[in-house]
């Protein structure tokens, strides 16, 4: 016996937005973007969910796909907060604004 | 049983998600989202998905979490730095989480009926074997189109991760000097350790002066 659908969307909702008040309230750069993982696995859960009460295998493997690209954001997100490290000797994304116009 | 399962893991994932958001030690933060992960990993099983509580496990509290823990232990105490937003942007920010949430509960109180009851379901719902099937027929253009995404995701690591000890990669170090590498100039590993070598007894001889 698994809990209704709206259980579902209810905890994966507050996830989401747990995970967006981690985007913008913290200013460390890997904070950030372990928030923004936060905020994947939300609607992974909601893919996962949404599946299994209408039948369909098809979110699951939507869900697989989502954990390939993720892993390529945290890749190259965080050779970024590296290469941007060695740059200022600073992790404050405030530094990080010489790609401004 | 699926119940209890739910709410356990269920108050499991917000409580570790909570600290990994106001924990100040990004190692712990790291810590707390691999909990996180790891009970929605037992959520996937309440729903029969197998094969993705499974990949959840290995892929992202295993190897993405593994590559956040060396990044964060490669930094030190320098990824300690703790700069939150006060006063008027943390409570903008926690009024839009908010928000944001009470507006899904209202939306999921007055749906339909057609959301009560879930639809009924084989045991081999989720299993690796009709995962597998639906990746080699149904997605099998996106399985390789996935394949290409995380090749380019892992040079692109590479190159930004190398730093100055790729030719045309972002320089750091040794950009100026007597001897510094012209933009055009083609890349020479000898001549690159020759130098390093010569740096390092200058700095060694400084030191001890």
């Not at chain 1, 993720?70 to 200022?88: K, P, T």
Request: proline share 3%.
């Amino acid at each position: 016996v698994t809990p209704g659908i709206g259980s579902w969307i209810v905890l994966s909702s507050a996830l989401f937005c747990i995970g967006l008040v981690g985007v913008m309230l913290r200013r460390n750069p890997l904070v950030i973007l372990l928030s923004i993982e936060i905020m994947l696995n939300a609607v992974n859960l909601t893919f996962v969910a949404f599946g299994r009460h209408w039948g369909t295998v098809d979110g699951q493997v939507i869900v697989t796909f989502v954990m390939t690209v993720a892993a390529a954001e945290a890749a190259v997100g965080l050779a970024l907060v590296v290469a941007l490290f060695r740059h200022r000797e600073s992790l404050n994304p405030d530094g990080f604004t010489s790609l401004k116009w | 049983m699926g119940i209890v399962v739910f709410y356990v893991a269920g108050a499991c994932a917000i409580g570790s998600a909570i600290a990994v958001v106001v924990q100040r030690n990004p190692f712990l933060a790291a810590l707390s989202l691999i909990l996180h992960l790891a009970s929605l990993a037992a959520l996937y099983l309440v729903l029969q998905g197998d094969f993705v509580a499974v990949a959840q496990l290995l892929v992202y509290a295993g190897a993405v979490m593994i590559m956040f823990l060396f990044v964060i232990a490669y930094l030190g105490d320098r990824a300690d730095l703790d700069l939150r937003r006060g006063g008027i942007g943390a409570g903008a920010a926690a009024v839009a989480g908010l928000a944001i949430f009470i507006e899904s509960v209202i939306a999921v109180s007055g749906s339909s009926d057609l959301l009560k009851t879930p639809a009924i379901v084989s045991d081999q719902f989720g299993s690796p074997t009709t995962i597998g099937r639906l990746f080699l027929t149904d997605h099998l253009l996106a399985f390789e189109a996935i394949s290409l995404i995380l090749l380019v995701g892992a040079i692109a690591g590479v190159v930004l991760g190398a730093g100055d000890l790729l030719p045309s990669g972002p320089r750091t170090r040794h950009g100026d000097g007597p001897d510094a590498q012209e933009p055009g100039e083609r890349y020479d590993l000898r001549r690159e350790m020759q130098r390093r070598e010569r740096d390092e007894q200058e700095h060694e001889s400084e030191v001890g002066a």
